[in-house]
């Protein structure tokens, strides 16, 4: 009998919750096969079995906290007998009686019986290849009706669903990103194609008079707290400027390969956060803490909510180091497989809504930093240069800064600097 145990998770992380298993008691399992999905201080993270069999007992339910290492399951034969389940009562407080022995391993156990595993949230059971096809194709899992066992979301699930949608590329990012399902929606746009437009109209509403209840999931509990924190804790000030991205837009055009602007953003901050490290700082309370690394945070919306991965020693890295280092962190927040040390250590954060057409917004600030930089939109828009006006790509950042460590003088020559990188395309 294997004894699966809460792994390590992170350096930081002494404890954790589980939220999901994905299987029950009585089902095969593999090898590398997602089981369970934990919820850390800061995000939820997919784990696998480290042996394959069958799970005949689950030992710790859901929403129970226990330390990392603590035995959480038991795998092994199916008939093979259960040891003594006493021993393991101390570790896993809360944990409900269950039958003696489990039954036999199988695909045939009943789909019932595997919803009724699942949490109430909404959220279905998704493997790991369904999730990065939902990622590529701009579509929410949670919204595809799954064939594998139990309902899990599969990958050829995810792909049938989304040949099945006529819509524009915008309009799947914000369905994806609403949870809204296009399948349902009737298009407005050329040979009935969903557009964006038909998206937002088709967000549900709640009738008038009836109130909905959204349970809290544990990701956005601690967002909730965390915000508040920050935003009653720091005092927050906003600057603002617009940045002319007309030589930015032509260096990506002429790369062999294609970063985001976004990482064109990140590699500029991490410049001129070398040239003031006062902005990369943190507040302890009787001191201000100056980093000598640059540890750049960039937010990544979930249909769940919010994680900022993190890009370590950013100052040293090239373009295409940091826009290779996104791309791989972004998959693995997308498939719950970020670790707690992925997303801890950073120095400063960038959160970039210009993807879902927002020009401009200001941003509360991930402690412990300092400060976070908010960037909307590219967008061509009317401007005077030289006495003339000329259509130029545009996009307006804005910084947030805790006026405890940051005065506004020294935000406004960051600002200052870091539209000069990005206005020269000195990168």
């Known amino acids: 009998m294997h004894e699966v145990k809460l792994p390590q998770l992170g350096q930081s992380v002494e404890e954790a919750s589980i939220v999901r298993w994905m299987k029950s008691e009585g089902d095969a399992v593999a090898k590398g096969e997602p089981l369970l999905a934990v919820q850390t201080d800061k995000a939820e993270i997919e784990c696998e079995s480290p042996a394959a069999g069958t799970l005949r007992k689950i030992i710790v339910p859901t929403d129970v906290t226990v330390p990392v290492m603590t035995v959480i399951a038991l795998v092994g ?16 407080p809360g944990a409900t009686a269950a039958k003696e022995t489990a039954k036999a391993a199988g695909p045939a156990k009943s789909a019932a019986a595997h919803q009724a595993a699942q949490p109430e949230t909404g959220v279905r059971a998704v493997s790991p290849r369904a999730r990065r096809a939902a990622e590529a194709l701009h579509v929410d899992p949670n919204l595809v009706q799954g064939t594998g066992v139990g309902g899990r979301v599969m990958e050829s699930d995810v792909k049938a ?8 590329p915008t309009a799947k990012r914000h ?30 509403a709640i009738p008038a008079g009836e109130t909905r209840r959204v349970p809290l999931t544990p990701m956005r509990r601690i967002i909730a707290q965390r915000m508040a924190e920050s935003k009653f804790g720091a005092p927050h000030y906003y600057v603002t400027v617009e940045v002319d991205m007309a030589n930015a837009v032509a260096l990506r ?23 003031y490290p006062a902005v990369n700082a943190r507040f302890l309370g009787d001191a201000i803490e100056e980093v ?11 249909p769940t909510g919010l994680i900022v991965p993190v890009v370590r020693n ?32 950073n120095t400063f954060t960038i959160s970039n809504l210009g993807g879902f057409g927002v020009d401009q917004f200001t941003a509360i600030i991930n402690q412990p930093d300092s400060a976070i930089l908010a960037v909307g939109q590219i967008k061509e828009r ?7 006006i000329h259509i130029r790509p545009i996009m307006k950042m804005t910084l947030s800064s805790d ?24 990168l």
């Open 314 to 345: 950013a100052q040293v890295k090239s373009l295409e180091g940091i826009s290779t280092e996104c791309k791989a962190l972004t998959e693995k927040a997308k498939t719950g497989k970020l670790l707690p040390d992925d997303y801890a250590g």
């Open 77 to 92: 034969g199916a008939d093979e007998p259960l040891p003594d389940l006493a021993k393991y009562g101390a570790a896993a």
């Open 175 to 204: 369905a994806a990103a609403s949870g809204v399902d296009l399948a349902r929606v009737a298009g407005t746009g050329p040979r009935g194609k969903v557009t964006k437009a038909d998206v937002s109209d088709a967000a549900p």
């Open 403 to 426: 006026h405890r460590v940051i005065d506004g003088a020294l935000a406004a020559q960051f600002m200052g600097h870091l539209k000069a990188l990005l206005e020269e395309a000195r």
């Open 161 to 168: 669903y989304a040949a099945s949608l006529n819509a524009t």
């Open 253 to 275: 055009k002429g790369l062999p390969w294609k970063p985001s602007f976004n990482d064109i953003v990140m590699r500029a901050a991490a410049l001129a956060l070398v040239q």
């Open 382 to 388: 009317p401007v005077v240069v030289d006495g003339g």
């Open 292 to 302: 000598g690394e640059v540890n750049l945070g960039f937010a990544v919306a979930m």
